[in-house]
């Protein structure tokens, strides 16, 4: 017999609305459905998260732009990124759990040109991220899951506290090297430059 469903929380998780739920399967154990729902939807937004920096990435590869250290930090973020999503799918298969495979959204980074606009966009991203994480302890802790609480805490919060802050760091900095919201300059330069020396993210 099915759980039943829980009544839906005034929440911003990304639920998955049109979950589907492992009929019968042995290998759940006090995982609520809305905490099930929950990690679908946060799984989804990590992919996303991980095709907009690859996306970001190939804007700084482009000719006109040319800035290759920055092109491959964004690289390396969206592969840690792909990294995340996969220990939650390996998270959500171990509980016995289902993901649905949905579409991922466009990038929505057509417009960025510029350094100051990407790393704007990357944190905005990653600061909702951090939201949807704490979240999701917060939700699994209501609803007795303590095993999802801390495993989200400890693998998936913990490492993006400091990357946050490091992040607004390097924003602080691209601006004080003269960086421009629109036109690429000497600022972009510069910090391409750096960022070989960058040893935060």
């Given at each position: 017999?099915?759980?039943?469903?829980?009544?839906?929380?005034?929440?911003?998780?990304?639920?998955?609305?049109?979950?589907?739920?492992?009929?019968?399967?042995?290998?759940?154990?006090?995982?609520?459905?809305?905490?099930?729902?929950?990690?679908?939807?946060?799984?989804?937004?990590?992919?996303?998260?991980?095709?907009?920096?690859?996306?970001?990435?190939?804007?700084?590869?482009q000719h006109d732009v040319a800035l290759?250290?920055?092109?491959?930090?964004?690289?390396?973020?969206?592969?840690?990124?792909?990294?995340?999503?996969?220990?939650?799918?390996?998270?959500?298969?171990?509980?016995?759990?289902?993901?649905?495979?949905?579409?991922?959204k466009k990038p929505g980074c057509e417009?960025?040109?510029?350094?100051?606009?990407?790393?704007?966009?990357?944190?905005?991203?990653?600061?909702?991220?951090?939201?949807?994480?704490?979240?999701?302890?917060?939700?699994?802790?209501?609803?007795?899951?303590?095993?999802?609480?801390?495993?989200?805490?400890?693998?998936?919060?913990?490492?993006?506290?400091?990357?946050?802050?490091?992040?607004?760091?390097?924003?602080?900095?691209?601006?004080?090297?003269?960086?421009?919201?629109?036109?690429?300059?000497?600022?972009?330069?510069?910090?391409d430059q750096l960022l070989e020396e960058?040893?935060?993210?």
């Amino acid at each position: 017999m099915s759980e039943p469903r829980c009544k839906r929380l005034k929440t911003s998780l990304p639920i998955c609305k049109n979950h589907k739920a492992l009929s019968g399967s042995r290998v759940t154990q006090n995982l609520p459905a809305v905490v099930e729902e929950s990690l679908c939807g946060v799984t989804t937004l990590l992919m996303e998260a991980a095709y907009r920096l690859q996306a970001l990435a190939r804007i700084f590869e482009q000719h006109d732009v040319a800035l290759p250290r920055v092109a491959g930090f964004f690289h390396q973020e969206s592969e840690k990124e792909q990294k995340q999503a996969e220990a939650m799918l390996a998270y959500l298969t171990e509980r016995g759990a289902h993901y649905c495979n949905k579409d991922i959204k466009k990038p929505g980074c057509e417009d960025v040109c510029s350094l100051i606009p990407a790393l704007e966009v990357m944190l905005a991203q990653w600061k909702e991220l951090l939201s949807c994480m704490v979240e999701l302890c917060q939700l699994a802790g209501e609803h007795g899951d303590p095993h999802t609480a801390s495993t989200v805490k400890g693998c998936f919060l913990a490492p993006l506290v400091p990357k946050v802050k490091e992040l607004g760091d390097l924003l602080t900095n691209a601006k004080r090297a003269g960086c421009a919201d629109h036109e690429p300059g000497f600022g972009e330069y510069l910090t391409d430059q750096l960022l070989e020396e960058w040893s935060g993210i």
